[in-house]
T-cell receptor, first 111, second 114 residues
Framework: NAGVTQTPKFRILKIGQSMTLQCTQDMNHNYMYWYRQDPGMGLKLIYYSVGAGITDKGEVPNGYNVSRSTTEDFPLRLELAAPSQTSVYFC??????????FGQGTRLTVV | AQSVTQLGSHVSVSEGALVLLRCNYSSSVPPYLFWYVQYPNQGLQLLLKYTSAATLVKGINGFEAEFKKSETSFHLTKPSAHMSDAAEYFCAVSDLGTGNQFYFGTGTSLTVIP
């Protein structure tokens, strides 16, 4: 049981480049989330999804896009990378009121 | 709206001493409260959760937390700190409403001194 899998683990982007952070869960969870974690700031919600085909903005959605074509996958897209998007990104999934499971994170640096 | 305040971004305790990490919440509805732990270069792992059952919640690794509605608090404690407890701890609140959104505090880094 792999849980929540994020790829890549590390990435360096140049300003203006684009990339997709992948997130896959094999627990058939309906809820999925993307967070960013910055030092001293805790975790901020970027986007979330309550099921396939349904997504919504969180606290800090600007500069990001998501899609949810299947229950398992919830990719996060950065279209025009900016230094302010340097962060650690976590994907999580949840079923009902149960425990939220987190991926190992993607450490992104924009230079 | 939900929010969480964690008092003290850094806490140091001696090995064997009491661990107390503070969390106060704000919620317009009965909250669900959580403590997560993050070890270096890892994702977050659930320590314990309060979901309106018993107010004293026991979690993994000897941690427990008490929900106090009158104080809007959910402090995390452990009677005797171990070196392996050194990590970042996050308190989170959710109303399990639209999107089951979680709102995290800014975290408390726990250092255990040998």
């Amino acid at each position: 049981n792999a849980g929540v899998t994020q790829t890549p683990k590390f990435r360096i982007l140049k300003i203006g480049q684009s990339m997709t952070l992948q997130c896959t869960q094999d627990m058939n969870h309906n809820y999925m989330y993307w967070y960013r974690q910055d030092p001293g700031m805790g975790l901020k919600l970027i986007y979330y999804s309550v099921g396939a085909g349904i997504t919504d903005k969180g606290e800090v959605p600007n500069g990001y896009n998501v899609s949810r074509s299947t229950t398992e996958d919830f990719p996060l897209r950065l279209e025009l990378a900016a230094p302010s998007q340097t962060s650690v990104y976590f994907c999580a999934s949840l079923f009902g009121t149960a425990e939220a499971f987190f991926g190992q994170g993607t450490r992104l640096t924009v230079v | 709206a939900q929010s969480v305040t964690q008092l003290g971004s850094h806490v140091s305790v001696s090995e064997g001493a009491l661990v107390l990490l503070r969390c106060n919440y704000s919620s317009s509805v009965p909250p669900y409260l959580f403590w997560y732990v993050q070890y270096p270069n890892q994702g977050l792992q659930l320590l314990l959760k309060y979901t309106s059952a018993a107010t004293l919640v026991k979690g993994i690794n000897g941690f427990e937390a008490e929900f106090k509605k009158s104080e809007t608090s959910f402090h995390l404690t452990k009677p005797s700190a171990h070196m392996s407890d050194a990590a970042e701890y996050f308190c989170a609140v959710s109303d399990l409403g639209t999107g089951n959104q979680f709102y995290f505090g800014t975290g408390t880094s726990l250092t255990v001194i040998p």
